[in-house]
Structure formats: structure tokens, C-alpha cells
């Protein structure tokens, strides 16, 4: 069974504090791994996509890497403005196109 | 991106009642995703809405109870049907882009009462 998983589920850091984020998965044939950023009151916003082992994105303090099992998103001298829910997911092959594995999130919080 | 709107972004209704989502894109597409986000949970996709055809329902989904319409490329509806306080929950839909990322618009938050 293709399935997701995110840990911590919740991380506490202080402002200017690097850290990593975790996402496991497990799928027959992986498609493409995902990373969005989602806010209270709001939908997933979309960050990166990766498609095979070694890969790596960068987008400001954030950067996501891929193994064959797991994929970080390392987060640089965070500030309070990254303080959100990040949630991970996957498109495995042989899906329907629409149906992306998501995990449940890591919340995130950015003490100043 | 695009610009995705749904409306309602919030409702509180009795159970047994019906509500229809809407979700307006800013650009034609051909499909459309109707996801569930339950109180924590993972986002579940519920269906496919594609243009000119029948929506594809994902296992544990089925159309009695969540009808959708897709008159056009740019809108979709779908209705939450018989409502039951299990039900309560955030609704998104959206769009994809690219190679596989999707695009989501902002929610309908949903309580049953």
C-alpha cells in the first residue's frame, strides 16, 4: 500500500535555528515527491517537486532532497514567517493523474 | 499558478442537509480535484472532475454522496449530500500544473452540527 509519512508532527525552533523535516514513503514506482506549505484557513501552497534519488531544490531558506525512501526539507536560519504546516506527498505510477499520497504534515513553529 | 476561488469558504450546517461547493479557476483545464482534509488527517482526493464526462470517484467515495458538475473548463461544483457531523471538514479543490504539482485553492471549511 503506497503510503506517507511526516515526522516530528510538530517542531518548535527559535528564530535563526536551522532544522530538517522528515517525509518516509513508500510506493511501488514513485512518479514525483512533493512539498507544499500550507497556513491556517488556507489551501496547500505548492514549493518544490522532485523526481528521482539526488535530486535537490532550493527556494529561499528552504531546500528538499530525495533518497529511494525519503526526502528532507532543511530549513536555513528559519524566521517567524516560515511558521507553518509543511506537508509532503507523492504521485506514484500507474496512479489516476489527480491522486497525490499526502502526509500529515509537519507543523511548524518560529519563535522570534 | 492559477487563481482558484471557492465559495463557500465557510458553513456551519445541520445534518441531513445537502451544501454545494463551488471552485472557479482562473484559466481552462481539463481536470479538476476534489480533495478532504478531515481534522488530523491527510488530504484525501474524493474525485475527478473532468470536462464533458463523468466524474472518477476514489474507493470509499461515491457519487450519492458527493455529485459533482463540471459545466465548463474553468468551474466545478461538489455537493456534500445527507450530511452527518462526520462529514465536518475542509474541502479544496485543484488544479494541475506542470509535471504533476497541483495547484489548490483556498478551502471550504465545513461543520456539521
Known amino acids: 500500500e503506497d503510503q506517507v509519512t511526516q515526522s516530528p508532527e510538530a517542531l518548535r525552533l527559535q528564530e535563526g535555528e536551522s532544522s530538517s523535516l522528515n517525509c518516509s514513503y513508500t510506493?511501488?514506482?514513485?512518479?514525483?515527491l512533493f512539498w507544499y506549505r500550507q497556513d491556517p484557513g488556507k489551501g496547500p501552497e505548492f514549493l518544490f517537486t522532485?523526481?528521482?534519488a539526488g535530486e535537490e531544490k532550493e527556494k529561499e531558506r528552504l531546500k528538499a532532497t530525495l533518497t529511494k525512501k525519503e526526502s528532507f526539507l532543511h530549513i536555513t536560519a528559519p524566521k517567524p514567517e516560515d511558521s507553518a504546516t509543511y506537508l509532503c506527498?507523492?504521485?506514484?505510477?500507474?496512479?489516476?493523474?489527480?491522486?497525490?499520497?499526502f502526509g500529515k504534515g509537519t507543523k511548524l513553529s518560529v519563535k522570534p | 499558478s492559477a487563481v482558484i476561488s471557492q465559495k463557500p469558504s465557510r458553513d456551519i450546517c445541520q445534518r441531513g442537509t445537502s451544501l454545494t461547493i463551488q471552485c472557479q479557476v482562473d484559466?481552462?483545464?481539463?481536470?479538476m480535484f476534489w480533495y478532504r482534509q478531515q481534522p488530523g488527517q491527510s488530504l484525501t482526493l474524493i474525485a475527478t472532475?473532468?470536462?464533458?464526462?463523468?466524474?472518477?470517484?476514489e474507493s470509499g467515495f461515491v457519487i450519492d454522496k458527493f455529485p459533482i458538475s463540471r459545466p465548463n473548463l474553468t468551474f466545478s461544483t461538489l455537493t456534500v449530500s445527507n450530511m452527518s457531523p462526520e462529514d465536518s471538514s475542509i474541502y479544496l479543490c485543484?488544479?494541475?500544473?506542470?509535471?504533476?504539482?497541483?495547484?489548490f485553492g483556498p478551502g471550504t471549511r465545513l461543520t456539521v452540527t
Open positions: 522532485l523526481y528521482s
Open positions: 485543484s488544479v494541475p500544473r506542470g509535471q504533476g504539482e497541483q495547484y
Open positions: 472532475a473532468n470536462q464533458g464526462s463523468e466524474a472518477t470517484y
Open positions: 510506493v511501488s514506482g514513485l512518479r514525483g
Open positions: 484559466s481552462q483545464v481539463t481536470m
Open positions: 506527498a507523492v504521485q506514484p505510477d500507474g496512479g489516476s493523474q489527480g491522486n497525490l499520497i
